[in-house]
């Protein structure tokens, strides 16, 4: 009798210790902040940004700027589980800049996608290397060959 209740006391107390994807995510550490110098980096990102949101917000972009990237969301009457999207451009000092992003929705459950997923797509997608430049095919140099031929005397 004691087996059985222990047996079942351990089983409910590790499915209570189950959590989610969208739980561990929450928990995972937060992506690390984007950030960016004044001219081609910033400029580079800014508009990887603006790619991101324009390919995966279910919303228009309301609000497009140097500094400012925001989507619509849903109407007042609306909950709808897609997130709108607020990414701003703020300067941290002379030539120096942070990307920040901000989502939310209005639904009484959750996000979809969450909204920590999301978060870490855009940052991945953000900081994603440059494509490694293609080799250049040098001309090959045609090789000289000399003939000496002797002059027979």
Not at 53 to 61: A, F, N, R
Not at 103 to 132: K, R
């Amino acid at each position: 009798m004691f087996l059985r209740f222990a047996t079942a006391s351990a089983l409910g107390i590790a499915l209570c210790s189950c959590i989610t994807a969208e739980q561990q995510a929450s928990v995972a550490e937060p992506p690390k902040p984007i950030t960016c110098r004044a001219g081609p980096d910033c400029d580079t990102k800014w508009s990887r940004a603006n790619s991101w949101v324009t390919e995966h917000s279910k919303y228009k972009i309301e609000t497009s700027s140097d500094s400012l990237i925001q989507t619509s969301g849903p109407s007042t009457f609306d909950t709808d589980p897609s997130p709108s999207y607020k990414i701003t451009k703020i300067t941290m000092g002379p030539g120096e800049y942070t990307i920040a992003f901000t989502g939310e929705c209005d639904s009484l459950f959750s996000c979809t996608p969450a909204l920590s997923a999301a978060q870490a797509d855009f940052a991945q997608s953000i900081m994603a290397a440059e494509p490694a430049p293609q080799p250049r095919h040098e001309k090959k140099q045609k090789k000289t060959t000399y003939r000496t031929s002797q002059l027979s005397r």
